[in-house]
DNA sequence: CCTTCATTTAACCAACGTGTTAAATGAAAT
DNA sequence: ATTTCATTTAACACGTTGGTTAAATGAAGG
């Protein structure tokens, strides 16, 4: 990660698909680190590890009693997330059609130097 | 990453600020390494290996036209992206007044151990 | 040709990420 | 008190990342 911002914390944390699987299960329910590790092949710890470069990204927080510590999915950062990439909507959705040659024609002409069909 | 899977790329890809500026940049116009570096305050090396890790991901494809190389975005692996992330997204949006309470009580009674109130 | 300009590759470095196993912690149960 | 169980921390290995500067590449232009 190197950086501490949010945004790239939370990428950082999705850039992992054991954390993806994480955080899908815990979408269903609550979970303890030995039933997250259960369906996952790893050792615990490595799992714990993950779930804590999650609690940074504040993609989960968690709970602890007694001998347990539960998680609990936070969906807010990625809400965020979500906001992010939605910038870039209209460079793929069904305005794409309509869209698209007016952006292909803009590119052709702009900022490249001397327009040398880039 | 150490994973090659696609999502993971992206994801990662994301990660970096500096990989989000050039995106930022390309959704502007397509650009050559030399204008995307101007505003970035590292050398162009360093630009040169973003975009490399860019162009892995697919969030960019690459143009050679003489002397320049231009970069161009490509939003597609920013849709699977969205597209993932999309699945949480009852857990944030507007049905969260309605929801969260039956989300709250199913995790409340589920999966945890006991009942230990997680 | 020889130079210039845009970009990439190479070599190096410090920091980080992800996994391991073994030891430590800390609450529960006997 | 001692043991047991869930989890974390420590110590280690090893590959990756992201930055640097210096050299290589490769097209354009004199």
Known sequence: MADTDQLSAVFSALAD?????ILLALAEHDATVTE???PLSISMPAVSRHLKVLERAALISRT?????RGSRLQAAPLRDAAD???RYRRFWDSSLTRLAPVQ??????????DNREL
Chains 1, 2 share one sequence.
């Not at 698909?17 to 699987?21: F, I």
């Not at 602890?64 to 347990?68: D, E, N, T």
């Not at 024609?105 to 490249?112: G, K, L, N, S, V």
Request: cysteine-free.
């Open 17 to 21: 698909p054991t954390r993806r699987a």
């Open 36 to 38: 997250l590790t259960a």
């Open 64 to 68: 602890r009693s007694g001998k347990w």
């Open 84 to 86: 992010w990439i939605d």
């Open 104 to 113: 292909a024609a803009e590119r052709a002409t702009d900022r490249i130097p």
